[in-house]
T-cell receptor
Framework: GENVEQHPSTLSVQEGDSAVIKCTYS??????FPWYKQELGKRPQLIID?????GEKKDQRIAVTLNKTAKHFSLHITETQPEDSAVYFC??????????FGSGTRLQVQP | ETGVTQTPRHLVMGMTNKKSLKCEQH?????MYWYKQSAKKPLELMFV???????ENNSVPSRFSPECPNSSHLFLHLHTLQPEDSALYLC???????????FGQGTRLTVV
């Protein structure tokens, strides 16, 4: 089955700096890669996703890049703000299987 | 409100009890999932239902028993749990399995 690895497990940045979270996946047939944000005590919510037919997608301060050859994808957050502090999960999907999630990255944005 | 509702929000049960977790989605999705979230394994897939048919069972102990009576409802029946089963149990739904999954707020389960 699919295996998703996520790094780093914790990340602390100063407000205004950029943050990058990286994930690798094992199944070359995976074709859908969402990123979820989970604030303390709340449910995970989708913030951006990318499909295997594109290499990059942007939404305001958030961008995701995908390298199918290397089987890795990354989340980039620019101009970080304190409200970006949360746990971020990457995920990969293959065929009929459900999403396989990475282990999460706790992002702390210091004001 | 994401349209996925879980009840109860909190549950404390003894190891000999039997209880059930309920999930309801109002999004017209045809796939539903149970995930377990704990400090050890943040988002661990337990069960997948697609069109009310169980399509995946990730080696979950038999003390967890899922039920999907229709495409809008999903249950997780619990019996003779262990303290290590204490976790946040999250239900999710999606339109087919290759699309965004919407999560419920979860049930915080404590086994004493």
């Amino acid at each position: 089955g699919e295996n998703v690895e996520q790094h780093p497990s914790t990340l602390s940045v100063q407000e205004g700096d950029s943050a990058v979270i990286k994930c690798t996946y094992s199944d070359s047939a995976s074709n859908y890669f969402p990123w979820y944000k989970q604030e303390l005590g709340k449910r995970p919510q989708l913030i951006i996703d990318i499909r295997s037919n594109v290499g990059e997608k942007k939404d305001q301060r958030i961008a995701v890049t995908l390298n199918k050859t290397a089987k890795h994808f990354s989340l980039h957050i620019t101009e970080t703000q304190p409200e970006d502090s949360a746990v971020y999960f990457c995920a990969a999907h293959t065929g009929r299987r459900a999403l396989t999630f990475g282990s999460g990255t706790r992002l702390q944005v210091q004001p | 409100e994401t349209g996925v509702t879980q009840t109860p929000r909190h549950l404390v049960m003894g190891m000999t009890n039997k209880k059930s977790l309920k999930c309801e989605q109002h999004l017209g999705h045809n796939a539903m999932y149970w995930y377990k979230q704990s400090a050890k394994k943040p988002l661990e897939l337990m069960f997948v239902y697609s069109l009310e048919e169980r399509v995946e069972n990730n080696s979950v102990p038999s003390r967890f028993s899922p039920e999907c009576p229709n495409s809008s409802h999903l249950f997780l029946h619990l019996h003779t749990l262990q303290p290590e089963d204490s976790a946040l149990y999250l239900c999710a739904s999606s339109q087919d399995s290759g699309h965004e999954a919407f999560f419920g707020q979860g049930t915080r389960l404590t086994v004493v």
